[in-house]
């Protein structure tokens, strides 16, 4: 650390006071800033290498978008995640995303947690299947909204002008040694050159799985080709577990926060 | 003891003029410049709290914060009359209690933090009233 307070552009800030804090200054400041946050204490995530994964830049694109005051500073910090990364993906935050901004106070994006690349014997189908852990979700916030993004790949060589439909399901009750009891949330026809997000809408799912987290039994997805035959999800370009980091599927929701976290006065 | 003080307010209101000597108008308008109720700046780094493990924006944020002296509040609808209304309504409410205007924020904005918790999920979190834009006297 710097004895200093720097703005972006390592300019010495104007009127700040200029002095390192003292350990105990330091500690009564951390405490004060949790409590305004309203956090119990300061969280240790675990980052072996999630903290560069496709969550936290598209969380950080959601950031840039509503801090449009700090832009110039986020684009630093933007750029200097995503230059981590060879490939620069197409933007990850869509018009879609903002405008579920606009009405939502937190937002929270989930890892997957779990990831069963099913790949069966002929007669049954091939899946994938997604779980993730809403049990964090601070109580009572309702969920205005919720998104399962999943990155597709251009997959043409393979499959010359052929067409893929991919289908979203939520898991209702798992049968050992079987297929798993599914409910249809969504079907989508894409090309097989297409590459970039796919966002499908598990609003409701979410709500329920928040509601009473013993239904969270997580997603699966499954993909056919145009002529109807099974195809694993990686086959058809769909990136899992063992892809590129910042092409990772993850889930987003939204949040409307019911009670506001009032600051004691200090 | 309240008897003792009881006997002191008791001068203190046979003495009228002792009253009528409370701060003049003129006292109010007399406070020094630099310390009128102003906004102070202070920053608060998350970088220097040793947080950027798990705070991934913003840096920090100015905080701020108000202080100086309340100089009497003759802004537009609180004028020397309407003032004189109050002083005399909180007097009549609690006669010890001499009311004295307060510099504290009028104007607070929010910030977004974007951080990890413990299960490296990410939040995107909007607070209300965290940057102090403009004081004043209360």
């Known amino acids: 650390g710097s ?66 005051e700090e832009k110039t500073d986020m684009e630093g910090i933007l750029d200097q995640y995503k230059s981590m990364f060879t490939t620069q993906g197409p933007p990850l935050a869509t018009f879609q995303d903002s405008t579920f901004l606009n009405d939502a106070d937190m937002v929270m ?20 299947e997604f779980k993730f852990n809403l049990s ?28 893929f439909l991919i289908t979203v399901y939520q898991v209702v009750q798992e049968r ?24 499908f809408d598990i609003t409701a799912t979410s709500n329920l799985w928040v509601m009473s987290p013993h239904h969270n039994l997580g997603l699966q997805i499954s993909v056919e080709t145009s002529n109807g035959r099974s195809i694993s999800p990686k086959e058809a370009g769909l990136v899992g577990r063992d892809g590129a980091l910042e092409k990772q599927p993850f889930m987003v929701a939204f949040f409307k926060v019911s009670e506001v976290h009032i600051r004691s006065v200090r | 003891s309240t008897g003792k003080r009881r006997q002191q307010n008791r001068n203190r209101s046979t003495q009228p003029q002792e009253a009528a000597k409370g701060p003049g108008i003129s006292d109010y308008n007399s406070s020094d410049q630099k310390t009128a109720c102003r906004k102070h700046e202070l ?41 004189a209304i109050v002083q005399t309504l909180v007097h009549l409410m609690n006669p ?15 910030i977004s933090v974007l951080y990890f918790d413990d299960n490296s999920n990410v939040i995107l979190k909007k607070y209300k009233n965290m940057v102090v834009r403009a004081c004043g006297c209360h």
């Not at chain 1, 010495?12 to 004060?32: A, G, S, Y």
């Not at chain 1, 997957?112 to 091939?126: F, G, K, W």
Request: one cysteine or more; proline letters at 7%; a negative charge.
């Open chain 1, 3 to 68: 004895n200093y307070l720097f703005d972006g552009n390592n300019d010495i800030h104007p009127n700040f006071v200029h002095r390192r804090l003292r350990t105990h200054e330091k500690r009564e400041m951390q405490k004060e800033i949790l409590s305004i946050l309203g956090l119990p204490h300061r969280p240790r995530p675990h980052l072996s290498h999630d903290k560069y994964n496709s969550a936290p830049l598209f969380m950080l694109d959601l950031y840039n978008t509503i801090s449009n």
């Open chain 1, 109 to 128: 994006s989930f890892v997957n947690l779990v990831e069963y690349d099913r790949e069966l014997s002929p007669q049954r189908r091939h899946h994938k």
């Open chain 1, 136 to 163: 964090q979700i601070p109580e009572g916030e309702a969920v205005t909204a919720s998104e399962f993004r999943l990155y597709k790949e251009c997959v043409s060589q393979a499959f010359k002008n052929e067409t």
């Open chain 1, 176 to 199: 050992p040694g079987r297929d798993a009891d599914l409910f249809l949330l969504e079907s989508r026809k894409l090309w097989a050159a297409e590459e970039g997000w796919l966002e």
């Open chain 2, 43 to 83: 920053y608060v780094s998350f970088r220097e709290l040793g947080w950027q493990d798990w705070i991934i924006a913003p840096e920090g944020y100015a905080a701020n914060y108000c202080d100086g002296e309340c100089s009497f509040p003759l802004n537009a609808h609180m004028n020397a009359t309407n003032h």
């Open chain 2, 96 to 110: 010890e209690n001499v009311p004295k205007p307060c510099c504290a924020p009028t104007k607070l904005h929010a």
